[in-house]
């Protein structure tokens, strides 16, 4: 049964992916700011898919019959340092954002809602991934340290991705 608890944790839920949309967004403003194409664009195509992530869950309490509920979305920060301290806030970020589906996923499983706890499989697959490709890119920057030409590298590599 689709209760009002798990409509409000999905509310809620639909709130954080929107905000990490903003915050990515901003982060792609910063790297735009620096001259770091690929880094902007890499963290546009990620801004993209945490509004998607939000229309997932937003379309989805619909088809349960549901009220959506859109609250304030939170300031991101605009200053940014390096590169590298830039990917350790989206996996710190991201991390928190996995703690938060989990929450979920065990609400929904107290609750005995077991289409939302279906639901959440693709999210919680899906923050395996995020973790994986922003830690891989963390790697990669602690690799390189301080050389130009290195991060030179990873920003055209990090321009290759396109939209999913
Ligand atoms: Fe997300
Ligand atoms: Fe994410």
Do not use: C
Not at 95 to 115: P, R
Not at 116 to 144: A, C, P, R
């Amino acid at each position: 049964m689709f209760t009002k608890k798990v409509q409000d944790g999905l509310n809620d839920q639909i709130n954080k992916e929107l905000f990490s949309s903003y915050l990515y967004l901003a982060m792609s403003a910063h790297f735009e700011s620096v001259n770091l194409s690929g880094f902007a664009g890499w963290m546009k195509v990620q801004s993209q898919e945490e509004t998607e992530h939000g229309m997932k869950m937003y379309q989805y309490v619909f088809e349960r019959g549901g009220r959506v509920v859109l609250e304030a979305i939170a300031k991101p920060a605009a200053e940014y340092k390096t590169p590298l301290d830039v990917m350790k806030k989206v996996l710190e970020h991201e991390k928190k954002v996995t703690a938060s589906i989990e929450a979920l996923y065990e609400l929904a499983l107290k609750e005995k809602d077991y289409a939302s706890e279906v639901m959440l499989h693709w999210f919680i697959k899906e923050q395996v991934e995020e973790e994986k490709n922003v830690n891989d890119i963390i790697e990669l920057l602690k690799s390189i340290g301080d050389n130009p030409a290195g991060l030179a590298m990873v920003d055209q590599r990090l321009g290759f991705r396109k939209k999913g």
